[in-house]
């Protein structure tokens, strides 16, 4: 990303924020306005809307994909209108990148009645090309290659709870990789690196969570632990044996009014031969932003992040962030070359009733390393 680029979101950053706060000493036009929007959108505290569809526009930038267009369609309900029941989602996204990618993402994230069972799915399908630096926590940045691909990927799981707040149940994944192009003399073919001619794999699994936030989209408190498990077979349908463990730590804690500061720790371990897009990755929109998504991969992964997110005023806020992660072969090598990032982020409310924010994220990582996120819902 040019540092003119960056020097303007900075600035663009700056005064937004300025604005807000200047605007925030009488009702004006704008919030009058802003209010019209949310009715049209919720309905009114009389009578409000069991369910609304919100059409958002994608446009953004990213380290994996340079500029992007398409559309982000979601549409938000509750299967109950008890204050027990947490809202659910069934969402599309489409876009299109300056990179020439396609990526079409349908998914849900469903909370029946009461909370009693909890329903998510994804499934992927991309024509992407990506760059590819090799395996390992020290690849070389002169040794970055383009890859061109297709990709079909679910994933699903069934979780009941059995207490408040425990959640268990099973798990699939299916991944197939497909007309996979490497760069002309490629210095990884003769790397032996699992799947880089392509492969497919199928895992059955077990998720075990913890969820007492007291929000899904924005918590203000509360904390969350999720423990995976995916065990793909030959005998079931795959081309490799191979396991992962995941694990996810959030915490979250209320400062002074509405302020949160936000904690998450994340890590995973793979066992036998693991396709290279399966492996342990930093970087992303969620954690470690800043880092190409894939920039190091490795058999075994972990990252943490701290995050302070502050009311502005109104529907607008802005957060800051830190982190640290790493990849590495073998578990004593996740503390070998520790990577950073750190950053700071816009947010404006979407929709007010379930606090759905879009945001807008400046990462940065080392070696002058960085990238900007524009997306909907917070990282964590």
């Not at 197939?176 to 990884?188: A, D, H, P, R, T």
């Amino acid at each position: 990303m040019k540092p003119q680029f960056v020097k303007s979101i900075l600035g663009l950053s700056v005064f937004l924020l300025f604005t807000f706060h200047v605007s925030a000493q009488e009702k004006n036009k704008f919030e009058k306005l802003m209010d019209w929007g949310y009715k049209i959108m919720e309905g009114d505290s009389a009578k409000p809307r069991k369910a609304v569809l919100v059409l958002l526009p994608i446009w953004g930038v990213s380290p994996e994909t340079g500029w992007q267009l398409g559309i982000s369609a979601g549409y938000l309900l509750k299967f109950s209108q008890d204050s027990l029941t947490r809202p659910s989602i069934v969402r599309l996204n489409w876009q299109f990148t300056e990179k020439k990618q396609l990526s079409i993402r349908p998914s849900v994230d469903l909370f029946l009645k009461g909370n009693k069972y909890n329903i998510k799915g994804q499934f992927v399908y991309n024509k992407f090309n990506e760059n590819f630096w090799g395996i390992g926590n020290n690849t070389l940045k002169d040794d970055k290659e383009l890859n061109n691909f297709q990709q079909y990927k679910l994933n699903f799981r069934f979780l009941k709870q059995f207490f408040k707040g425990v959640y268990i149940g099973p798990q699939i994944q299916y991944e197939k990789l497909f007309n996979l192009e490497l760069q002309e003399n490629s210095k990884f073919l003769n790397k032996g690196i699992a799947g880089l001619n392509g492969f497919e794999t199928f895992g059955l699994g077990i998720v075990c969570v913890y969820d007492n936030r007291d929000h899904v989209f924005y918590t203000k408190k509360g904390a969350y632990l999720e423990v995976s498990s995916i065990w793909n077979r030959k005998s079931i349908g795959g081309q490799f044996n191979h396991s992962n463990y995941f694990i996810d730590l959030r915490k979250f804690k209320t400062l002074w009014k509405d302020n949160v500061l936000a904690f998450q720790a994340v890590g995973a371990i793979n066992i036998g031969t693991t396709p290279y897009r399966q492996l342990g990755t930093i970087g992303n929109e969620v954690f470690m932003r800043g880092y190409y998504n894939g920039r190091f991969r490795d058999q075994h992964m972990f990252a943490t992040q701290a995050e302070l997110r502050k009311t502005v005023w109104g529907p607008f806020g802005m957060v800051i962030f830190a982190g640290l992660g790493n990849v590495g072969n073998n578990p004593e090598d996740l503390f070998s070359s520790v990577k950073p990032n750190y950053g700071l982020g816009i947010r404006g409310v979407v929709l007010r009733k379930e606090h759905v924010n879009f945001r807008i994220d400046l990462g940065f990582g080392s070696k002058r390393i960085n990238g900007l996120y524009l997306t909907m819902a917070e990282a964590f």
